[in-house]
């Protein structure tokens, strides 16, 4: 199966950025689409960010377009999840996911076969 494991959160104040990475096991990576979700306290995980295998399809969610950047480097077996002007509301913790493929519910984290035990981002304000 494939391991993730997140690192880079931490605490930043709002319009600050970080950068969060995932690195995966290396067998089987490439063909895996690669996610960010979120989840905030009392609220339910939330899409953030995917990119397919070959980088090919790249989906954001409308509140961090513009703002986050995702990239994968399959050499290495990593993600990357690129985060500007940070807000308050950007706070939760981040997971990374992976999927066989990326299919039209790439938002639905029920698509999603792995995922890594997730970083703390805060923002404040």
């Known amino acids: 199966q494939v391991q993730l494991v997140e690192s880079g959160g931490g605490l930043v104040q709002a319009g600050g950025s970080l950068t969060l990475s995932c690195a995966a096991s290396r067998r089987t990576f490439s063909s895996y689409a690669m996610g960010w979700f979120r989840q905030a306290p009392g609220k339910e995980r939330e899409f953030v960010a995917v990119i397919s295998w070959n980088s090919g399809a790249i989906y954001y969610a409308d509140s961090v377009k513009g703002r986050f950047a995702i990239s994968r480097d399959n050499a290495k077996n990593t993600v990357a999840l690129q985060m500007n002007s940070l807000k308050p509301e950007d706070t939760a913790v981040y997971y990374c996911?992976?999927?066989?493929?990326?299919?039209?519910?790439?938002?639905?984290?029920?698509?999603?076969?792995?995922w890594g035990q997730g970083t703390q981002v805060t923002v404040s304000s």
């Open positions: 996911c992976a999927a066989q493929g990326l299919g039209p519910y790439y938002s639905d984290y029920i698509m999603y076969d792995f």
